[in-house]
């Protein structure tokens, strides 16, 4: 066979390099995010990731990522032959669309224990409706140490309807220990971010239509339906957001149930430099972190009255609460001894804010769901005129007609905080609402009254009796549990005084930081948490005592005595002996009982670091030495020996035992020697 030339076979060089630069660049694109038509509309399928969540029993899927909160695990012995099922998870599924031809890729951690590796064959099988897949990680996969077991799976082209069920069964069989302990086996992990058991697969998982705006003046509402097959969550368990021109929409947008899914509407407030014209608008969703879709459209949009779509936008049914809210829960309390005057005052914005506005507009919509706390409100129908109902915005008559619900009733009042606003009243209040005394409750909507996200706030002004020595909650963990996380962010203040003549008692806190301060003429417990784990459980609780000895005045009077006191004992013990122990016993004492007394340690143990400078004051006054000044004086007075002068008769102490000693005579200054 004749050979080619040389320029052929540099030329099928070249191409070859060509093709493999080319390989090498397709290979590292970052992963594509996915794009809608230019009309808004998007997708007939993306590839993304379905979760392994639940127990192994009865395990579901999730393309949610914010899903991994949980870990599961099933361990697998040596001792068990043949066939084994590690689990099965499913999904009902709600979008209907076609598939292509693709390779799903199943994989799910492990970890070998007491055990150099094992030998296992692993399968995989996928069931979309009644179509069955199955794929295997081939004949004898060793596993060491840890890993992720993967198994490849041929998928054909299909269609799925909504109601299909998606469901995987993941099984091992024909295990093979190589140098076993006794407790060897092979342990499968999934349900968390560093455990992420899941299939990476090419279906239809979201539609996303753009609509048409609603122009109201120079405020512009841009609704997008996204239908799935998981409900209001494709949006609350997903990250997304708008922009137009390129800028940002920085407020939260109203999401409102449908049939099939959730409906997104942002709000964008033209700029006064902004002209009537047309309008880039891209949208993106992010249900996983390595999946984006994007879907954008070109508006055409008119400002000022009438605009591009006659009337403002306003939802058709009751908003969701799911679709990101800051809180902020402010308690200022007061205790007097005999009751505790608590100002609570709870100021949230976003979704909860929506559905708060939208739910004031419809006092008496007979339409509302029979779920809907609002229709605890159908008898304050007749107060609210036709002209006020249902206008797009809060009146002074919906305002009170919540008001009066609220303070005609305590378990009225329970209940919008817990089935409303998802907060517990008792933990907030301090006590069962059934038992305060004279409550006033005002309603603060800002400088707005419009259907908006602005922050709407609420104070409670409320008070309940005390009786001393028993146990009274200060604040407890509020947030009550809910299928999807209604409060993005938590900010607690919380303060409580007490008079000159009415201590705290003593205060304990778990798991949460409370500073405890007690000043001459008050006593306070503050806590300041900018952001609060709403998974996290605490619990404030203080004790009065109800007597006047352990209040703040009283309690630093009997100190400050007793330290004088402890004082005075030092100095009259010492008056022959070293008087530096003492007074340093009682100045420590002091300043330990002082820091104690303003960190807000219970006063009787306070009372007791007190008392005991006065009993360690016998002890030390005794073990202290003799003052040198005293010795001196003392042999001054009584001086061991004397001797005459023999010229003028006068006495001269003699104060030292040295032989021969010449002294000088204290009279007539003659010089005396003494053998």
């Known amino acids: 066979m004749k ?56 395990g579901s899927l999730s393309p949610f990522d914010s899903d991994l909160d949980e870990e599961f ?36 951690p492990y970890e070998v224990e007491s055990a150099a590796g094992i030998q296992i064959n692993a399968t995989i099988g996928v069931n979309i409706g009644s179509t069955y897949f199955e794929g295997d990680a081939g004949a004898g996969l060793f596993l060491t140490n840890v890993g992720e077991v993967v198994i490849p799976v041929e998928v054909l082209a299909g269609e799925v309807r909504s109601g299909d069920k998606i469901k995987l069964t993941f099984s091992v069989r024909s295990l093979s220990f190589s140098s076993p302990g006794d407790e060897a086996g092979i342990r499968f992990i999934w349900g968390t971010d560093d455990f992420p058991g899941r299939i990476s697969m090419k279906f239809p998982l979201v539609s996303i239509d753009m609509k048409e705006p609603s122009v109201n003046d120079r405020l512009v509402y841009f609704p997008i339906l996204l239908k799935s097959g998981f409900g209001d969550r494709m949006w609350s368990a997903s990250s997304g957001g708008m922009t137009i021109a390129s800028n940002t929409i920085a407020d939260s947008p109203i999401a409102t149930p449908t049939n099939n899914g959730v409906e997104v509407t942002f709000a964008w407030e033209m700029p006064e430099s902004a002209d009537s014209g047309t309008y880039m608008v891209a949208f993106h969703l992010e249900p996983q972190t390595s999946l984006r879709i994007e879907a954008n459209r070109t508006y055409d949009i008119v400002a000022g009255d009438g605009g591009s779509n006659a009337g403002g936008w306003y939802p058709a049914v ?72 249902n206008n797009g915005q809060v009146d002074d008559s919906e305002i009170a007609a919540l008001n009066s619900h609220l303070v005609g009733s305590a378990s009225d009042m329970r209940s919008f905080l817990a089935n409303g606003l998802y ?33 709407v706030t609420i104070r409670i002004d409320t008070s309940h009796n005390v009786n001393p020595g028993e146990r009274q909650q200060l604040i407890e963990s509020f947030i009550r549990p809910s299928d999807d996380d209604l409060y ?41 948490e900018s952001d609060l784990d709403t998974e996290e459980t605490f619990r404030v609780e203080f004790v009065p005592t109800g007597g006047a000895l352990y209040s703040p005045l009283v309690s630093a009077m009997v100190s400050v005595f007793m330290l004088v006191l402890a004082l005075g004992l030092g100095m ?37 670091v007190v008392s005991s400078s006065m009993l360690l004051i016998f002890p030390v006054a005794l073990v202290s030495p003799r003052s040198d000044f005293t010795e001196r004086r003392g042999r001054g007075q009584r001086p061991s020996a004397h001797v005459n002068c023999p010229n003028c008769g006068e006495s001269n102490p003699v104060e030292s035992e040295v032989r021969p000693l010449r002294l000088e005579c204290i009279g007539c200054k003659s010089t005396l020697r003494l053998e």
């Not at 070249?14 to 996915?34: H, K, N, Q």
């Not at 203040?493 to 008050?522: M, P, Y």
């Not at 070293?578 to 007394?597: C, D, E, F, H, K």
Request: with cysteine; aromatic share 8%.
């Open 3 to 58: 050979s080619g030339s040389p320029r052929n076979m540099e030329g099928h060089q070249r191409g070859g390099v060509v093709l493999i630069v080319a390989l090498l660049m397709l290979v590292s694109m970052p992963y594509p995010s996915i794009a809608a038509e230019q009309d808004g509309s998007c997708c007939s399928s993306q590839e993304f990731d379905l979760f392994l969540i639940g127990s192994a029993d009865d």
């Open 423 to 455: 907060l517990d009243a008792e933990s907030i209040l301090g006590i069962n609402p059934v038992n305060l005394g004279p409550t006033e409750i005002t309603i603060d909507l800002g400088h707005t009254r419009a259907f908006s996200a602005e922050s």
């Open 488 to 528: 993005t962010k938590v900010e607690l203040r919380v303060e409580i005084r007490s008079s000159a003549l009415q201590g705290l008692g003593g205060v304990a806190a778990e798991d949460i930081d409370a500073k405890h301060r007690r000043w001459i003429i008050f006593e306070k417990v503050t806590i300041e």
């Open 318 to 389: 009751e908003p969701l609460r799911t679709g990101g809210t800051n809180l902020l829960v402010d308690v200022s309390a007061k205790f007097d001894g005999e009751s505790v005057q608590r100002e609570v005052t709870i100021e949230f914005d976003g979704a909860m804010s929506q559905w708060v506005r939208w739910g004031l507009d419809n006092i008496g919509n007979n339409s509302l769901s029979s779920n809907s706390w609002w229709r605890n409100l159908r008898t304050y129908s007749d107060s609210v005129t036709n002209s006020e109902y």
């Open 73 to 108: 695990d099933q361990f697998v012995t040596p001792s068990i032959q043949g066939l084994v099922e590690i689990g099965t998870w499913e999904v009902d599924w709600g979008l209907q669309g076609d598939y292509s031809d693709s390779t799903w890729e199943f994989r799910i």
């Open 572 to 608: 009259a013990m010492t008056r022959k002996r070293a008087r530096a122990p003492t007074m340093l016993t009682v100045v420590i004492l002091g300043g330990l009982s002082l820091a104690l007394y303003v960190l807000g340690l219970d006063m009787p143990f306070v009372l007791g």
